[in-house]
């Protein structure tokens, strides 16, 4: 796929190493433009488009804020929520072959699917933009732009974030993509944080090193809470433990960001999560400033929204 020179090379959107930072700057700069949009009610620049989410996976914030963007855009959206079951999937049909029939009907494609790889396989396929709404444990690059969106609105800067990242780091495709993200700026700083069983994997901790980013691997949240800008928080991943109930037994409820952890954090460091979050943020963090999680998803509707008018 190879780093894009710049946002007119924007085509399949498969993997967070594609964006390099001035592409990311148009990017946000759009999505900026996009909130003042979505303020009054949305435009109608893309009455001739089509839109397929075709999720083999649930959703709630991807499907349904990929969706808003496209209508909020003039555009118009198929869908089908559960494609395991109601697509002809059920009947055997291949994912490229599902691809090669949608490219028939629609001009950009958002899919989800359980397989690593899966997002890539479509692209090979596919002449309209793929866009990887998370691939299994691989990536989820919307997820991260909407992530790095919402850490420079809050914090007011990448470069010499200190960032820890907390919870299912093995299986969770969120902070993978968002450290390759991140590894594109400068003097950044980030903390993982994990049960054993769910350290982050070595393709992305060799990244970091090739790009000469520091990082530690850490078990105690405590030490670190008081250190850092953002603490981006997971939910342990149960369906992707199949039968290993035992090991995720072992691993959930391991670290909790309550009030007491709001007590050992800067003033203006933020509390983020990909969501959806279980009993790992304790809702009475909810309430307090910091706490940027629903503003985060928010963030999600803006910045997809000015994906697709890149895209299209
Ligand atoms: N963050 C995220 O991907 O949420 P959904 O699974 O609800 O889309």
Same mark, same amino acid.
């Given at each position: ?9 924007l085509?399949?959107?498969? %993997? !967070?190493?594609q ?6 700057a148009?990017?946000?700069?759009? !999505? ?10 949305? $435009? ?5 488009? $089509? ?28 869908? +089908? %929520?559960?494609? @395991?079951?109601f697509?002809?999937a059920?009947k055997? /049909?291949?994912l ?19 397989e690593?790889g ?14 990887? @709404?998370?691939?299994?444990a ?5 997820? !991260? ?8 609105? /809050?914090?007011?800067?990448l ?10 780091? @093995?299986?969770?495709? +969120?902070?993978?993509?968002l450290?390759y ?6 003097? $950044? ?20 090193? %090739? ?11 405590? =030490?670190?809470?008081? /250190?850092?800008? $953002?603490v ?13 109930? @035992?090991?995720y037994?072992?691993?959930?409820g391991?670290y ?6 709001? =007590? ?26 910091? !706490? ?20 299209l």
């Open positions: 796929m190879g780093n894009l020179a710049n946002a007119a090379k085509h399949h959107v498969i %993997e !967070a190493q964006f390099d930072v001035p592409t990311l148009r990017l946000f700069e759009q !999505a900026g433009e996009m909130e003042k949009i979505a303020a009054r009610g949305g $435009v109608n620049d893309y009455s001739n488009r $089509v839109m397929a989410t075709l999720f083999y996976e649930p959703s709630t914030r991807t499907r349904f804020s990929f969706e808003t963007a496209m209508l909020r855009l003039g555009g118009r959206v198929i869908s +089908t %929520e559960n494609a @395991a079951a697509s002809s059920a055997g /049909e291949t490229e072959d599902t691809i090669r029939i949608l490219n028939g009907y629609v001009d950009v494609i958002v899919l989800r699917h359980s690593v899966s997002a890539r396989r479509a692209a090979a396929v596919s002449k309209a933009p793929i866009i990887n @709404a998370g691939d299994g691989g990536q989820h690059p919307t997820q !991260a732009l909407l992530d790095l969106y919402t850490i420079r609105k /809050e914090i007011g800067a470069d010499g974030l200190r960032i820890a990242m907390v919870g299912d780091l @093995a299986q969770g495709r +969120t902070v993978r993509s450290a993200l991140l590894s594109k700026f400068k003097d $950044v700083r980030m903390y993982f944080i994990s049960p054993d069983l769910l350290r982050m994997k070595e393709d992305i901790l060799d990244h970091l090193r %090739e790009h000469g980013v520091r990082f530690t691997e850490e078990t105690d949240l405590e =030490r670190v809470l008081p /250190e850092v800008d $953002v981006y928080q997971t939910r342990i991943q149960k369906e992707r433990f199949g039968d290993r109930i @035992a090991d037994e072992q691993c959930h391991v909790v960001i309550n009030a007491g952890s709001l =007590r050992l954090m800067k003033p203006r460091a933020i509390v983020m999560h990909p969501l959806p979050r279980l009993d790992e943020i304790a809702p009475e963090v909810d309430g307090d400033p910091r !706490a940027a999680y629903f503003r985060q998803a928010l963030n999600g509707l803006y910045v997809r929204m000015a994906l697709l008018s890149f895209l």
